[in-house]
């Protein structure tokens, strides 16, 4: 499986005319948007019999078609998942995500509520879960209005759990910057950089029974953003993350600590 994630930096064009207005999603009744994503996630274990490299491949798009109220019912339409192991490659069918319904409802500051989230077979949860898909979504923007210059702080502190009985904390600091205007597709936008640091901790059961696996892994973040402020929507945004830590083993004989890596680049873009 071959997914080649398409550089947002490759899609902004030299400045050419300021982006006007509020700095604030708006999403009206009958509105549906697509989002097209792509990532690659690569982990790499150090044991004592060698290093064990993980490659994760995900191509997906999102349909958000609006209510009233803002009421938003999101749903995939594709979602493709690839997982390398040293065992073989694991590719979940593509049905197994496809036309279940998420509730949603997002602030025009792009703040994130899911009401209902689906329940996802066994056999794609146990590669992927893609239940936490909004978590971390939307750019959530700040209360000044956006302009060239303006810049920003958020600390987030965030809990979740996953259908394989994962429970995940994480721990944020971003800074934002409106680093300049562009133009894509012939509509005015701003450039908006960032860079946070992370601290996450994943606690789940383990490969055997009576044990419990522990990743923490710290690192850093960065990346940009694309909004359109005159239509309220965010047009692009790319991820480069790297991250060091530990996969701790508890149950057996003794405690295990193993060193790991991981790295991740993600792209996403709003389709036509």
């Not at 995900?58 to 009233?68: C, F, I, Q």
């Not at 996969?247 to 790991?260: A, I, N, T, W």
């Amino acid at each position: 499986m071959k997914i080649a994630v398409c550089l947002v930096l490759s899609l902004i064009p030299a400045t050419v005319a300021a982006a006007q207005g509020s700095g604030r999603y708006r999403f009206a009744a009958g509105d549906t948007l697509r989002y097209h994503v792509q990532e690659v996630d690569s982990s790499a274990l150090t044991t004592p019999q060698g290093r064990v490299p993980i490659t994760t491949m995900l191509e997906s798009t999102v349909r958000l078609a609006v209510g009233p109220a803002s009421a938003i019912q999101a749903t995939f339409t594709q979602f493709r998942v690839g997982v390398q192991t040293p065992q073989g490659l694991l590719t979940p069918a593509e049905s197994l995500a496809l036309h279940r319904e998420f509730s949603l409802v997002i602030s025009d500051r792009g703040v994130v509520t899911v009401t209902t989230a689906p329940k996802f077979p066994d056999e794609l949860t146990k590669v992927v879960d893609p239940s936490a898909e909004f978590d971390d979504y939307f750019l959530v923007l700040p209360s000044a209005t956006l302009q060239v210059g303006v810049s920003w702080v958020d600390t987030v502190k965030k809990s979740s759990s996953t259908a394989a009985g994962q429970k995940i904390s994480r721990d944020v600091v971003a800074s934002y910057v409106v680093a300049r205007d562009t133009v894509i597709r012939g509509r005015p936008g701003l450039v908006i950089t960032t860079r946070s640091q992370q601290s996450v901790t994943a606690v789940g059961p383990g490969p055997g029974p009576g044990l419990t696996v522990t990743n923490q892994l710290t690192g850093t973040e960065q990346g940009l953003i694309i909004y359109d402020p005159a239509r309220g929507r965010m047009l692009a945004r790319q991820r480069v993350g790297d991250f060091t830590g530990t996969l701790h083993v508890d149950g057996g004989p003794s405690p295990v600590d193993y060193p790991l890596e991981r790295r991740y680049l993600t792209g996403l873009e709003l389709q036509p």
